[in-house]
């Protein structure tokens, strides 16, 4: 059983950054690939970024590659998400989500029923 506790949104104009930070309990932590999610107001929810158990392989869906960043921290158990060049529409509740299962292709899954485990979400909104 794991929990997660999204923090670090808010409110940011067009261009600029933010970290959004999950933090994990359970020891079990360390071997689940770590998703994070969004879900806009009339939208359904869409992936946005996943990382393997181990850090070593991530994966960035098209509207957010080379701007945002995942990472994770198995001795903290926390994973990271560094959002620049924010646009507006970019602006979502933000969740995190934890796979328990191996998953054959890049150790990963960019599907959200794949993941078992989720936060409460973390509001981002990006003004123009």
């Known amino acids: 059983q794991v929990q997660l506790v999204e923090s670090g949104g808010g409110l940011v104009q067009a261009g600029g950054s933010l970290r959004l930070s999950c933090a994990a309990s359970g020891r079990t932590f360390s071997s689940y690939a770590m998703g994070w999610f969004r879900q806009a107001p009339g939208k359904e929810r869409e992936f946005v970024a996943a990382i393997s158990w181990s850090g070593g392989t991530t994966y960035y869906a098209d509207s957010v590659r080379g701007r945002f960043t995942i990472a994770r921290d198995n001795a903290k158990n926390t994973v990271l998400l560094h959002m620049n060049s924010l646009k507006p529409e970019d602006t979502a509740i933000y969740y995190c989500?934890?796979?328990?299962?191996?998953?054959?292709?890049?150790?990963?899954?960019?599907?959200?029923?794949?993941?078992?485990?989720w936060g409460q979400g973390t509001q981002v909104t990006v003004s123009s």
């Open positions: 989500a934890a796979d328990p299962r191996p998953r054959l292709r890049l150790g990963i899954s960019w599907y959200d029923y794949d993941y078992d485990y």
